[in-house]
């Protein structure tokens, strides 16, 4: 990860009032010849293992990339089970579709 993005990731954590813990990985989503969709979400599967190293399922947030401004926003996500193989399922909603997504735990400063 550049450090230009690891700048913005600690940008979206500390607007919110939290601290970046750890970033699992990355997922760009580039949009040709498509029109704008609106509202969507992103599924993911992270290790049991790894949620509970960097704070558990409440910890766990995706940022999201404008593609209008490039400002990060940071949303909660939903937990939604384990899959067949005993990863935790997230879903993370945009109200403003698809970019740049990043999976990342966060650590309250409060």
């Known amino acids: 990860m550049s450090a230009y993005i690891a700048d913005q990731f600690q940008t979206a954590f500390s607007q919110s009032n939290l601290s970046l813990e750890k970033v699992a990985y990355t997922m760009d989503v580039g949009r040709i010849n498509f029109p704008r969709t609106g509202a969507a979400n992103v599924?993911?599967?992270?290790?049991?293992?790894w949620v509970?190293?960097?704070g558990g399922k409440d910890a766990v947030r995706i940022v999201r990339f404008s593609d209008e401004t490039g400002i990060p926003k940071l949303f909660s996500t939903v937990?939604?089970?384990?899959?067949?193989?005993?990863?935790?399922?997230?879903?993370?909603?945009?109200?403003?579709?698809f970019v740049d997504f990043r999976h990342a735990d966060r650590q309250s400063d409060c």
Not at 43 to 49: G, L, M, Q, Y
């Open 43 to 49: 599924t993911f599967t992270i290790p049991v293992s």
């Open 52 to 54: 509970d190293q960097y």
């Open 79 to 97: 937990y939604s089970g384990l899959d067949q193989r005993g990863n935790m399922v997230f879903r993370g909603d945009s109200p403003n579709g």
